[in-house]
């Protein structure tokens, strides 16, 4: 292995039980070391309580974590809880305007580094083939076209990246053509090569050449026929994370798995076999959302590892931790002035008469909260 490497906590992205650390809570996380953190609403009560926790997650730390969290826009934007709800991807590629975009990877980054977070889970690079389809991406997509994707999530994701919060590009290979929702079981995408190269292998070839557009890649949880001859989760697959995604679009940044909680995964694998599987598959990083006391759990597993892999998933995890952005002071007029600009975004893409509206939950959403 590298020299000195650090602990396998460091290939586990996991969620945080509640919006304080208790104390056997912390010590799990200081014993552990987890490589990083996602928040979710269970996390967030107010402005100061969020920023406390996220200071007290690193306190924990020998190493700089990831503190992450999907704040997309819409009804996947988690601050919304403590303010303003940003207009969603679909909202802004209607406007086809880039600049708006741009506006509104500015203000998140903003809006983010105000708190301690240093990723973003986003930009979805998936495409609007169907808005009605039940596979969780309602409007959550920049547009139905390569191009118009490219063109609009480019926009965000190089903003956000230009206000010092890493990205995150997601949900590899593409959820655009499932039918089913991942959070509940695995979809089938029966597309043939040749059509998922001409469209949403498209997208992502464009964001991981040269040096990756994005600073890391979600892997998400569907089964490829075309891409894949064994059936299971393309999480899981190292033809699509190792020999497609690596090899073949030539991506050098992070591998995230999708949250290995959900029903794509949970239904068809054991947990070990699901935690060995997402590393040798190529992945980094394992990501444990909800089932919190499974982490070590998982460590145990990664224990077990080739060396090979372990040392792959180090340096790519170091690589990008390198690249995190020093943390600044909490701020509450920052936030303040960000969440007005939240505002006034949403009001500039809707009009003053819908800015008023929240997006509805969604009805058929997952027991646990969307990605």
Excluded at 85 to 112: C, F, S, V, Y
Excluded at 268 to 280: P, R
Aim: charged share 25%; aromatic share 6%.
């Amino acid at each position: 292995m590298l020299g000195n490497p650090s602990p396998v906590g460091q290939l586990i992205l996991t969620g945080v039980p509640g919006a304080e650390l208790d104390l056997k809570t912390a010590r799990a996380f200081k014993h552990l070391q987890p490589g990083g953190y996602i928040f979710f609403g269970r996390n967030i009560k107010t402005p100061e309580q969020l920023r406390k926790l996220l200071d007290d997650l690193r306190d924990l730390s020998r190493e700089e974590p990831i503190l992450t969290i999907d704040q997309e826009g819409g009804r996947v934007s988690r601050l919304k809880i403590l303010g303003n709800e940003p207009p969603n991807a679909a909202q802004i590629g209607a406007k086809n305007n880039p600049n708006l975009a741009r506006k509104h990877g500015e203000i998140t980054a903003r809006l983010l580094r105000v708190f301690g977070f240093n990723l973003n889970l986003c930009p979805v690079l998936d495409i609007a083939f169907d808005e009605k389809a039940d596979n969780s991406l309602r409007g959550r997509c920049y547009g139905a076209t390569v191009e118009e994707v490219i063109r609009l999530a480019g926009a965000f994701n190089d903003a956000l990246r230009s206000g010092g919060i890493l990205s995150c590009g997601k949900h590899f290979p593409g959820y655009s053509r499932c039918t089913v929702d991942p959070h509940h079981e695995l979809p089938t995408v029966t597309l043939s090569r040749s059509e998922l190269k001409a469209a949403e292998l498209a997208v992502f070839r464009s964001f991981s050449i040269g040096q990756s557009r994005v600073d890391a890649m979600m892997i998400g949880h569907a089964f490829y026929p075309a891409l894949a001859s064994e059936r299971r989760p393309s999480s899981l697959s190292r033809s699509i994370v190792s020999t497609l995604l690596r090899d073949a679009l030539g991506f050098s940044g992070l591998a995230i798995t999708d949250d290995l909680d959900m029903g794509a995964v949970l239904n068809e694998f054991g947990f070990e076999e699901t935690i060995s599987s997402a590393l040798t598959a190529g992945n980094d990083m394992v990501m444990i959302c909800h089932r919190i006391e499974m982490a070590s759990r998982a460590a145990a597993v990664l224990e077990q590892a080739q060396v090979t892999d372990l040392d792959r998933a180090l340096e790519h995890i170091a690589s990008f931790k390198a690249k995190l952005a020093p943390v600044q002071p909490f701020d509450y007029q920052e936030f303040e002035v960000a969440d007005r600009d939240v505002w006034d975004l949403r009001v500039e893409v809707l009009g003053e008469a819908r800015a008023a509206e929240r997006s509805p939950e969604d009805g058929k959403r997952s027991p646990v909260e969307l990605f």
